[in-house]
């Protein structure tokens, strides 16, 4: 039995989500389906804790949220790890670096070990090498934004809270 955890998940707005779920339709289109987990919003992972400070994150999902005005950034970018993952990356701003530091402040030495990506496919290094093309044909950079924040715990997938960012700017 795998280990469950918690995640904290950046959400985007719903054009945004809509404009990735074109992308991933365009690879369903084509036959890619991919392992990622489905049915959940796109988003970036902020990080990951154990089931152990489920409380603690609740608790500083309702004080940074109410504190954080939505991010406005720029998808600006397709990217992979290890031929495995395709994702849209964003063109990192402050405001984002901000919060995932409000919830994750370990920095790794000087050397940040997060990057934020919204998958689009996880897959076998040979399914990806094949839909990479076909995302990046139709790729386009565009502006998005964060609205919400969400505590999920995997696996089973359960959404634990959502808050949604301060709208007020």
């Given at each position: 039995?795998?280990?469950?955890?918690?995640?904290?998940?950046?959400?985007?707005?719903?054009?945004?989500?809509?404009?990735?779920?074109?992308?991933?339709?365009?690879?369903?289109?084509?036959?890619?389906?991919?392992?990622?987990?489905?049915?959940?919003?796109?988003?970036?992972?902020?990080?990951?804790c154990s089931v152990d400070y489920e409380k603690r994150m609740i608790n500083e999902l309702n004080k940074i949220c109410s504190e954080t005005p939505c991010i406005d950034i720029s998808l600006g970018y397709i990217g992979l790890f290890e031929q495995r993952v395709i994702f849209v990356a964003p063109c990192m701003n402050f405001e984002l670096q901000k919060?995932?530091?409000?919830?994750?402040?370990?920095?790794?030495?000087?050397?940040?070990?997060?990057?934020?990506?919204?998958?689009?496919?996880?897959?076998?290094?040979?399914?990806?090498?094949?839909?990479?093309?076909?995302?990046?044909?139709?790729?386009?950079?565009?502006?998005?934004?964060?609205?919400?924040?969400?505590?999920?715990?995997?696996?089973?997938?359960?959404?634990?809270?959502?808050?949604?960012?301060?709208?007020?700017?």
């Amino acid at each position: 039995m795998q280990d469950k955890a918690l995640f904290l998940l950046a959400n985007f707005d719903s054009e945004t989500q809509d404009k990735l779920g074109g992308y991933y339709d365009t690879l369903l289109q084509h036959g890619f389906i991919g392992t990622q987990t489905k049915n959940i919003p796109y988003h970036f992972t902020l990080g990951s804790c154990s089931v152990d400070y489920e409380k603690r994150m609740i608790n500083e999902l309702n004080k940074i949220c109410s504190e954080t005005p939505c991010i406005d950034i720029s998808l600006g970018y397709i990217g992979l790890f290890e031929q495995r993952v395709i994702f849209v990356a964003p063109c990192m701003n402050f405001e984002l670096q901000k919060l995932q530091n409000s919830f994750f402040d370990d920095c790794g030495n000087g050397c940040h070990k997060w990057a934020a990506h919204a998958t689009l496919l996880l897959d076998e290094p040979q399914v990806i090498l094949k839909a990479l093309p076909i995302v990046t044909e139709k790729f386009q950079p565009f502006k998005a934004r964060i609205e919400s924040v969400a505590l999920y715990e995997f696996f089973p997938k359960r959404l634990i809270k959502e808050c949604i960012l301060n709208p007020v700017e």
